[in-house]
């Protein structure tokens, strides 16, 4: 393609920057847009008068920057921005007032006023019975010696994950999990497979952490092993980081015999594996998970974010067996310490079967969400998971998932697509995610799918009409 930067162009600095620079410009103004091939070296370097060098390295700078991303023998394609490819909820303020947006664009579960009741009735028990290392632990540990043994126990028994108390850490969130997971098998410029579509904290993370991320393609039940297989072959990852259970954003979830084959690739491999299981509570026990398959393997990764309360930030990293020496430098460097008066709430939750009951209110709550939406949106395809967080919603054929983000945001309805999402730079998917925990009223949730399943039924407004 062609493409004009010379209104971007500056003539202070050595020209790469300058022209990174430009490109940078360009994609802030909507010149270049996400998805957009850029001009091989040879050409731009004629069109600009520069050597064919000095693109090169503005195109490297460029990638650098998070702006492009290279792909060998396919070309340099333009990024999504950062504000584009992350949920606008992340950008936010204060939160909405009830006359505001019905936010449908965030990963959340149900919170009732009796969670927080037992959230504040909780510490109240704590603040009379704590023990004094709660507050006044002070070196760079895995986690509190009691509950590391409690999470251990709860981890094997309820979720099927192996290890001993010595081989778990506790972490500050699944987040936090999966960088230390990630940053103590990868390094700078290392190859990390990954599904086509996940997670777009993993997305944010490889750029941070200077690793290169691939999609392998899924299916209704994750990654396809086959694809999964060539992947390794022609790619040798140095890790794989999968979530078997609700995907994010499509709720694909790997049965047993899914499962069974994923993890015999990756033995077969001898690849790394970062298991996300964030989702696992929000499923009834039973499944099993790859960690179980591959202990020797397998970073798992949990936390209680999505079953009780999004603020309580405890998260669960087990390692394979000798790795913990080179997890704990990682947990020192990023926050010295999980916070231990978290952990001891869900100490207290776990013991008493707080947590298992707030997983099964949690998985009722959403299910009738979930009934609610097939109700909303009759005819139209969808996928998800009875309890789920989220729905993956098909669009029709007259409808731009960007054009219906924009046109609910005039609705009063925030909704997010599938470019967040997206590994590679490939066409989008006709969907959009629509989360369905965050409103705590039915009935307004209930009128938000109602608008944009009417949406749904008409044509865009004639400004946002497709030309073919």
């Known amino acids: 393609m062609t493409i004009d930067l010379a209104p971007y162009l500056t003539d202070t600095g050595p020209k790469y920057l300058a022209i990174a620079r430009a490109l940078s ?39 650098k920057m998070g702006l492009v991303q290279s792909r060998v023998g396919s070309g340099t394609w333009i990024n999504a921005l950062d504000d584009a490819r992350e949920s606008a909820y992340l950008h936010g303020q204060e939160p909405r007032q009830e006359s505001q947006l019905v936010d449908l664009s965030i990963a ?13 009735e909780t510490l109240a028990v704590l603040a009379e019975q704590a023990r004094p290392e709660v507050v006044s632990a002070n070196r760079p540990i895995a986690g509190l010696v009691h509950q590391r043994e409690r999470a251990s126990q709860w981890l094997d028994e309820r979720l099927g994950v192996p290890g001993g108390p010595d081989d778990r850490v506790l972490c500050n969130g699944a987040a936090h999990g999966l960088m230390l997971a990630i940053s103590t098998v990868v390094q700078h410029g290392d190859m990390v497979l990954t599904e086509a579509l996940t997670d777009h904290g993993l997305i ?10 691939r999609g392998v393609a899924i299916d209704d039940r994750g990654v ?21 259970t609700q995907l994010n954003p499509t ?9 069974d084959a994923v993890a015999r690739v990756l033995d077969h491999h001898g690849v790394w594996l970062i298991e996300d299981d964030v989702h696992a509570l929000l499923e009834p026990p ?82 009738e969400r979930q009934r609610l939406a097939a109700r909303s949106f009759g005819e139209h395809e969808f996928s998800a998971r009875p309890s789920s967080l989220h729905l993956w919603l098909s669009l029709p054929a007259a409808w731009r998932a960007e054009e219906l983000q924009q046109q609910a945001e005039q609705e009063g309805v925030a909704i997010t697509t599938a470019i967040p999402f997206m590994v590679e730079q490939t066409p989008a998917p006709r969907r ?28 865009p407004p004639p400004m946002m009409q497709i030309v073919y």
């Open 286 to 367: 039973g499944l099993t998970p790859l960690a179980a398959r591959l202990p020797h393997l397998c970073f798992h990764v949990t936390s209680l974010t999505k079953v009780a309360l999004p603020g309580l930030r405890a998260g669960y990293l087990s390692v394979p067996r000798g790795q913990l020496h080179h997890t704990l430098p990682r947990m020192r460097a990023t926050s010295w310490m999980a916070t231990p008066l978290v952990f001891e709430l869900a100490d207290a939750w776990i013991a008493d079967g707080t947590l298992e009951r707030l997983g099964a209110e949690q998985r009722e709550l959403l299910a």
């Open 432 to 459: 959009i995610r629509l989360s369905l925990g965050a409103e705590p009223d039915l009935e307004r949730l209930e009128d938000a799918l109602s608008r944009l399943a009417a949406m749904l039924d008409e044509a």
């Open 224 to 244: 396809i092993p086959e694809a999964l297989d060539l992947a390794c072959r022609r790619l040798r990852p140095r890790a794989v980081c999968l979530t078997p």
């Open 204 to 213: 944010a993370l490889s750029r941070t952490l200077g690793f290169q991320l």
């Open 251 to 259: 709720g694909a979830t790997m049965d047993e015999a899914r499962r």
């Open 108 to 120: 959340h579960p149900v919170c009732p006023p009796s969670h927080h009741l037992r959230f504040r």
């Open 25 to 63: 410009q360009a994609i802030r103004q909507g010149e270049l847009v996400p998805g957009t091939r850029l001009p091989p070296h040879r050409r731009l370097a004629e069109t600009l008068g520069v050597s064919v060098q000095t693109v090169s390295r503005a195109y490297a700078q460029a990638e």
